[in-house]
């Protein structure tokens, strides 16, 4: 039973990615389209003060916060497409459509039954537009659920084929006139049954924010905790897109959870200080600051005649973090050789939300530099306390050093640079095995290219024939085996370039960092596979 919880949370998990790793570039644009509107900016670079930038500004800034409104939907389709064992293009589809049916039977049954408000405005009446239909007010979870019904029904039903007259409505046809009576069921379900869930909600909601530092000390920790089990986002997600994270009337409209919440507040320039619920999305200081104080303690705890390879691995790996906010690399660095460092990391990366809160921080910063420059130059200083992050960045970057040192040398942790003799010293990452590719290894030579490399994978993993499904999110390959123990971790670490593998039942992660996205298209053109099957 336990294995079956996990694995169906690692699915759900690998399915979140799909809308979860597109949001943010609409974060990014809105702020770009801000930027391009800024009033400070256009007094500095006179030349872009014109209708044609101003004006591309506006629209781009007004087009793409009408996402934050249509959450349902995308994470209906996306959860779908995530979750579709095959034909996931026409899972997608079919989500659209059920999405449609449901909110449009909602709207009816809610109007037979006599609930439908009728006053002037839906505010605090539970009740909302969804595509100009007005029907209860789900949020995110009406796409989870949806998302997750669409593609069991798509899973069971998709293989249905009929003989004769019938032919036509066998395959996703067949998906889709089942999922009808299931959806019109389901809304009529919870129109009875939501309020109930709605109320358990905001009463998490209202624990969650009232438990104060605490709460978000608990908050950052796991996040960063369940980093090993690949679920982390299922920590964070919630309180970015749901009333988990809080509400706010931005522009007379009301948004829930922390990043649609800036989201809107950054594209209305009425609004003269972000709403603190951005702490929900203060992760980047452990990422941009703790983990270079990490990098640098476990630099100068190495033994001296390996100082000059550590620093030619950590600085890459420190950059990436730095830059873009993939940690990865790093905290494979000393997850599994020293599990006492990765707890004080996490401790310290909610602390340092904590420290956050307590200063009245506003700056957005989930991620790494380039992020946090782009969202936060442009809002100024009054709007974001951005300054102060930096401040906070910087402590904990000492904080993280003299922790991470004290510890290292008390207990012997073998980190990098520290390993016994006959060890090699290495974080390795795709430079290595290109080094390798070129230089080859006594008596295992390394195949040529992208076909290359995959075959080594594929055959690290146990073969063509023990991998069932193929995925990936930021950093990570993720694989469903049939068969688990025939990995072999030391192959895949040393001749592809992977810092860390995970084997959790049948689900395989292995962390590659940004190169991920190639080598997965790697991998299914080697099994011949491809993004809708």
């Not at 320039?269 to 992760?283: G, I, N, Q, T, Y």
């Amino acid at each position: 039973m336990k294995a079956k919880v996990m694995d169906g949370m690692q699915r759900f998990s690998k399915a979140m990615f799909i809308p979860v790793l597109i949001l943010p570039i609409a974060g990014i644009l809105i702020a770009l389209g801000n930027l391009l509107t800024n009033q400070r900016l256009l007094e500095v670079i006179p030349f872009l003060n014109n209708p044609i930038t101003t004006g591309f500004g506006t629209i781009l800034t007004g087009s793409l916060v009408s996402i934050l409104g249509n959450l349902g939907l995308i994470f209906c389709v996306g959860i779908t497409v995530g979750l579709a064992n095959k034909e996931k293009a026409v899972a997608g589809f079919t989500a659209l459509l059920g999405y449609l049916v449901f909110v449009n039977a909602m709207n009816k049954f809610m109007q037979l039954s006599g609930v439908l408000y009728e006053g002037e405005t839906l505010q605090g009446t539970g009740q909302t537009l969804v595509l100009g239909v007005q029907i209860l007010d789900m949020g995110v979870f009406l796409g989870l659920i949806l998302g997750i019904i669409t593609a069991m029904v798509h899973n069971k039903f998709i293989d249905t084929e009929f003989n004769g007259a019938f032919q036509i409505y066998g395959g996703s046809r067949f998906v889709f006139i089942v999922l009808i009576p299931v959806v019109v069921l389901l809304s009529i379900a919870l129109t009875f049954i939501w309020p109930y869930f709605q109320t358990g909600i905001n009463k998490l909601g209202t624990l969650i924010n009232h438990s104060g530092s605490f709460g978000i000390f608990l908050y950052g920790a796991l996040e960063r905790l369940l980093i090993p089990t690949g679920l982390h986002h299922l920590i964070y997600t919630p309180f970015l897109y749901t009333e988990l994270g809080g509400s706010a009337e931005v522009g007379g409209k009301v948004f829930e959870g922390a990043r649609n919440i800036y989201y809107a507040e950054i594209a209305d320039p009425s609004v003269k200080e972000l709403s603190p619920s951005v702490v929900w999305d203060a992760r980047g200081i452990s990422k941009m600051f703790g983990l270079i104080g990490a990098c640098l303690a476990m630099y100068h705890t190495a033994k001296p005649e390996n100082k000059a390879k550590v620093k030619a691995i950590l600085i890459p790996a420190a950059v990436t973090s730095f830059i873009a906010g993939v940690t990865e690399p790093i905290e494979f660095s000393f997850m599994f050789v020293a599990p006492l460092l990765f707890v004080v990391h996490a401790c310290l990366s909610g602390l340092a939300m904590v420290t956050f809160h307590l200063f009245d921080v506003r700056a957005i910063g989930p991620n790494g530099m380039i992020d946090f420059l782009l969202f936060n130059l442009p809002l100024g200083i009054q709007k974001t306390h951005w300054p102060m992050y930096i401040l906070i960045g910087l402590i904990f970057f000492v904080i993280y050093y003299v922790v991470f040192r004290f510890l290292i040398v008390k207990f012997n942790f073998k980190t990098i640079g520290r390993e016994d003799e006959g060890n090699e010293t290495k974080l390795y990452s795709k430079n290595d095995y290109k080094a390798k590719k070129s230089a080859g290894t006594a008596g295992t030579p390394v195949p040529q290219g992208n076909d290359g490399i995959a075959t080594v994978i594929v055959d690290a993993l146990g073969g063509a024939s023990n991998i069932n499904t193929v995925t990936n999110c930021y950093t990570r390959l993720r694989l469903t085996l049939e068969h688990p123990e025939r990995v072999n971790e030391d192959v895949l670490k040393k001749e592809t370039g992977a810092s860390g593998v995970i084997i959790k039942d049948k689900n395989v992660q292995v962390v590659y960092g940004l190169q991920v996205t190639n080598i997965r298209k790697a991998v299914d053109s080697y099994l011949g596979l491809s993004t809708n099957e």
